[in-house]
């Protein structure tokens, strides 16, 4: 078979073969270090927080910890705040011409951003320890044990913590500089896989114990969840191309240009980040009220339900919103057109310069429409299925976030994979030929 052999030519070629290596290294360090617990808590009296992080928001942070959240392990906290400060040094970037500024000083502005990101990071991670700390208290005084409140032991588990997160965050750079793809992305996504069989057999039991036809639904659950990933390949992939024609000049008795190429503009050209900042703006009800939704306002609480109309339908004007707003920061129609100029080249029936890039600004403006509504629905898509009876763990493999990574990192660490193999002249892994049709998104911005 086709696929057998391609997993010997990746297995042949070394650097592929150690890079493949040490990111599974990686992958089980950061899987056994989810299930190490904080000292001082006792791992059986922890049932009423798994019970918490069942479902609702608290399940999409546990989710995105692999498990480690719900376990009090010392990667509790994940890698969230780092994703969070990031967001925040990215608006940052707009509105501050200090961030401006350090964003065109190349490599050594880079540098300065990286440590101001990390030093934030350790903001939010002792902001968001405490609470979980007196979430996690609050939880096992309801399953009947006692958690220990002092002064030491707070500071002690809240500095365990942060040292957790920030050795996750070190092994994510790791992988990316040793191993395939973002490392960081990669790390998320291994997360969510981490839930999927779980939730799986958890659906297929629940259709099952139904009187009749429990098992037909759960078939065409799974034919729905395969339609939605397909449509979730289709908007990472989906681009619109706009032909430049190259202009002819006459040097000596060779001519050069009047060659026609394409310039792809993607339909989703923010990928999953429009989602991604719209769904950490929406985990601050839950973020100020500690991780725990008692004795919180009714406003509060309407928007720590996520399958509930106000939240789903706020989370998807923000997602529109991020979406144009990150198509605004990342696609640059000015530069483009100086770039075509620069290059000799023009779009056929426009004029170099102004025009053109007045005539990119409304054809990225056309297609983030649709694009935006599309993510925007894929987002909620997980509500819809919760309403339809589907538990909440399989449920939220059915869009928004978790699935959106999913298929971006999967196609980008599938698309590294194959131009490794095309260097050594063997056939990638998708496509024909071995070739792909350009490079997918991901959250490869961190």
């Not at 059986?44 to 376990?71: E, I, Y």
């Not at 659906?203 to 449509?231: H, K, N, P, T």
């Not at 538990?391 to 990192?409: D, E, H, K, W």
Request: charge should be positive; include cysteine.
């Amino acid at each position: 078979m086709k696929f057998i052999e391609t997993l010997k030519n990746i297995w042949k070629i070394e650097d592929l073969r150690s890079k493949i290596l040490v990111t599974l290294l990686f992958i089980l360090i950061y899987r056994f270090g989810s299930f190490i617990v904080l000292p001082g808590i006792d791992p059986s009296a922890l049932t009423a927080l798994k019970s918490q992080t069942a479902g609702g928001l608290m399940s999409l942070l546990d989710m995105f910890s692999g498990g480690a959240f719900s376990n009090a392990s010392i990667f509790a906290l994940g890698i969230m705040p780092y994703i969070s400060a990031s967001i925040v040094v990215q608006l940052l970037t707009i509105a501050v011409p200090y961030f401006q500024k350090m964003q065109h000083d190349g490599e050594s502005g880079r540098r300065k951003m990286n440590q101001i990101t990390r030093y934030l990071t350790v903001v939010v991670l002792i902001l968001q320890g405490w609470a979980y700390l007196k979430n996690l208290d609050y939880q096992l005084r309801g399953a009947g044990a006692i958690m220990e409140t002092g002064f030491w032991f707070m500071l002690s588990s809240m500095i365990i913590m942060c040292a957790g997160s920030m050795f996750v965050m070190w092994l994510g750079e790791r992988m990316t500089d040793k191993g395939i793809g973002n490392g960081i992305s990669m790390l998320i996504m291994i997360g969510i896989i981490a839930r999927l069989p779980e939730a799986t057999v958890q659906e297929f039991i629940s259709r099952a114990g139904a009187s009749q036809g429990g098992l037909v639904m759960f078939l065409a659950e799974l034919v729905v969840l395969i339609l939605v990933v397909a449509a979730s390949i289709l908007l990472v992939q989906g681009q619109r191309k706009i032909p430049v024609q190259y202009a002819k000049r006459v040097v000596g008795n060779k001519q050069y240009g009047g060659v026609r190429q394409y310039i792809p503009l993607r339909v989703n050209a923010a990928g999953v980040m429009p989602i991604i900042f719209a769904q950490a703006i929406m985990m601050l009800p839950i973020m100020f009220a500690g991780f725990n939704a008692d004795g919180v306002n009714n406003f509060m609480r309407v928007f720590m339900d996520n399958t509930g109309f106000w939240y789903n339908f706020v989370y998807a004007l923000m997602i529109i919103a991020f979406t144009y707003f990150y198509t605004a920061i990342t696609v640059n129609p000015t530069m483009m057109a100086e770039e075509l100029k620069r290059n000799n080249a023009f779009i056929p029936g426009i004029k170099p310069g102004k025009k053109t890039a007045e005539y990119l600004d409304e054809i990225m403006s056309r297609i983030t429409l649709p694009g935006s509504v599309f993510l925007a629905l894929v987002a909620i898509m997980p509500a819809f299925a919760s309403i339809f009876g589907i538990t909440m763990g399989f449920a939220q493999f059915y869009g928004g976030t978790s699935l959106l990574i999913l298929v971006g990192v999967v196609l980008d660490t599938t698309q590294q994979i194959s131009a490794q193999l095309q260097m050594h002249h063997y056939d990638g892994l998708m496509a024909s030929g071995g070739r792909f049709n350009g490079r997918y998104g991901s959250v490869a911005a961190y």
